[in-house]
């Protein structure tokens, strides 16, 4: 969730810190720092905010220097203020960390290290590292050993960077269960938690895996386990170009990311879709073919937005392979023992590939022998690499820190996968082609939705002071409700509930009156005439009523007091239409309150902590 960046080499480090952060600023943001070493001496600088500030202060300092690291937080453990923000430092200030994770034996070790006199600063889990490294120092380690030494009495997860007065010429940094990647340029290393804080400076890579630790100096870097061993690791060269991750003319990062989509879904399915075998190809899922094709049962596992997606992949499954399909949240699968059985096969989504809950969950069920697949949308990500095979999105970073890309692109890798198995299941080779047909529609159907831009402006003008929403749908569009409520809490802190339309009857309908907006999703599907009835009863409570209907329905006008018209297509790709509009809502309705809809209060692009 904080961001980490450092550099050691020929250039001044500080630039290059404070871009990186400010590109990482999405993961975490409530406070950020930076630590460099200059002749001899460490200067810290840290501050409450943005990196904009730190940047302020930096220049103020007038701050250069050939060797540095910087983090921005998001507080887990202690409140955001500048004692907390990280670098952290051992007593004298010759030894700086930042550190990214949860440290879970920390008052063990705060209670321990505290005995032999040490004062500690910040009410940080983090600060306790460099007091510990810095207890192997004083015995005679040098750096390097003296972080694998303590890395060995932490529990808990860490991406961490020190730098030390002693040896100012390298950084050593290491991973557990927080991602951490070294870039590689010339006459100069850089070390972040995420690729988007390099790209504009190397495209040569290389990840570190947990329990492996690193020494970084401007002309090479070697790297072991923390247990000691020699490891050898590959330099992988990125694609991914420094125009992606920039905000291209948009007022926002969500902004740019919904009107991206009609791209990026075409970015997910392309080259993926043979219309000659109405059928997908997959690469990543080539060598575990034949047994997903005969799994008995699959699992989809997930968190947030990426979970709704594994909802409607559920919907899609059942309806096409007939395999029985579960959706669990990754933090309950991971700590519920879950039955697994030979003939399994576990999906994970993840946008960010980082999030915690979702790896962990995906390795206990590897250690219990279910076939693992990952559905990620950063290549190169711990969830990627982790899996048994998988499907890139190919959706483009993803910046703001509402997932909307993102889910219109698991979606459509959740369909093409669909086609694939059903087409070696069931499926004739005709409707596999009406399905290709239906499927490579949607980037023009997705850009006629974005086309209503400013209409649904004008809708979220009227609902921006509303303080309830409720969200409807079947079916399908079920999980479409439900992530129409999340975008909209999460970006414009109104509290809103997404439910399936019959559920309203079942009690949230006693919330239902003049002042309750409720939204349905209501395209003509097989559904229609059921959510015609729901709409009557919200009606009859004088409920205020958006529909997302479908653009030749004419009779939902007399119904309710809005419509977002859209195309048509097949039920299974409808939630790749629906969900449009709603992300468009959600958007505008934040930014009529004046909210910061990259940057929502309390939340972290990816969760890399539980
Ligand atoms: C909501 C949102 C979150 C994420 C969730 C999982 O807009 O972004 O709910 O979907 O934290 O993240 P990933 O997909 O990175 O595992």
């Given at each position: 969730?904080?961001g980490i960046v ?13 871009e990186g952060l400010k590109r990482l ?158 870039g ?6 850089y070390?972040a938690s995420d690729v988007n804080a390099l790209i504009a ?410």
């Open positions: 969730m904080c450092g550099y050691v080499g020929d250039k001044n480090c500080v630039p290059i810190i404070i600023e999405y993961r975490g943001y409530d406070s950020a720092g930076i630590a460099v070493l200059n002749n001899g001496n460490s200067i810290i600088l840290k501050n409450k905010g943005k990196v904009s500030f730190l940047e302020k202060s930096v220049e103020q300092a007038g701050l250069s220097a050939h060797i540095g690291i910087g983090h921005t937080r998001w507080a887990t453990h202690g409140i955001p203020n500048e004692l907390n923000a990280h670098p952290h430092c051992n007593t004298d200030q010759s030894l700086m960390l930042i550190h990214n994770g949860i440290i879970e034996n920390y008052q063990v070790l705060k209670t321990m290290l505290k005995k032999s006199g040490i004062k500690f600063l910040s009410d940080t889990d983090s600060e306790v590292i460099p007091h510990l490294i810095d207890s192997f120092l004083k015995k005679g380690h040098d750096l390097f050993e003296a972080v694998r030494f303590a890395l060995n009495e932490v529990e808990g997860t860490y991406g961490i960077a020190v730098i030390y007065t002693k040896e100012p010429n390298k950084i050593v940094c290491a991973k557990k269960g927080s991602p951490l990647v070294i590689i340029g010339e006459n100069g290393h070390i400076h190397t495209k040569q890579v290389v990840y570190l895996e947990d329990g492996e630790i690193a020494e970084i100096f401007a002309d090479r870097f070697s790297a072991k386990t923390i247990e000691d061993e020699d490891i050898q690791k590959e330099i992988i060269e990125l694609t991914m170009s420094l125009d992606e991750i920039d905000r291209g003319g948009y007022q926002t990062f969500m902004l740019k990311e919904i009107m991206e989509q009609p791209e990026s879904v075409r970015n997910s399915m392309r080259g993926r879709l043979i219309f000659e075998e109405g059928t997908a190809k997959l690469g990543g899922l080539e060598s575990v073919l034949d047994r997903l094709s005969h799994s008995k049962r699959i699992i989809i596992s997930a968190c947030g937005t990426s979970w709704h997606a594994g909802l409607v992949g559920e919907y899609m499954f059942e309806q096409f392979l007939r395999i029985p399909t579960e959706v669990e949240y990754a933090s309950e699968l991971r700590y519920r023992n879950p039955i697994i059985n030979e003939g399994d096969t576990i999906f994970f989504i993840s946008q960010s590939g980082e999030t915690a809950d979702t790896l962990a969950a995906m390795k206990e069920a590897k250690r219990k022998g279910a076939l693992c697949l990952a559905i990620c949308n950063v290549v190169g990500s711990s969830i990627a690499r982790e899996s048994d095979g998988g499907v890139y999105i190919h959706a483009g970073p993803e910046i703001g820190v509402a997932s909307t890309k993102a889910f219109t692109g698991q979606l459509t890798v959740l369909a093409l996968i669909t086609i694939l198995l059903a087409r070696r299941k069931d499926m004739s080779l005709a409707d596999g082609k009406a399905l290709y047909n239906e499927f490579i529609q949607i980037p023009e159907k997705i850009q006629k939705i974005l086309s209503l831009n400013e209409k649904i402006e004008t809708i979220a003008e009227e609902f921006k002071d509303s303080k309830n929403f409720l969200y409807l749908g079947r079916g399908y569009n079920f999980p479409v409700a439900l992530e129409g409520a999340l975008k909209l809490k999460e970006i414009s802190y109104i509290h809103a509930e997404g439910y399936p339309a019959a559920e309203m009857k079942h009690g949230p309908i006693a919330l239902v009156d003049e002042n309750m907006p409720v939204v349905f999703i209501a395209p003509k599907d097989s559904t229609y005439d059921k959510i015609i009835s729901n709409i009557e009863e919200i009606k009859a409570r004088k409920g205020r009523i958006i529909a997302i209907a479908s653009e030749h329905d004419t009779e939902i006008d007399k119904l309710v007091d809005f419509t977002i018209k859209i195309p048509d297509t097949i039920r299974m790709l409808m939630p790749i239409l629906t969900v449009v509009p709603l992300q468009l809502l959600a958007y505008h309705i934040a930014m009529k309150k004046g909210l910061n809809v990259d940057q929502p209060r309390n939340l972290a692009k990816s969760v890399t902590v539980e």
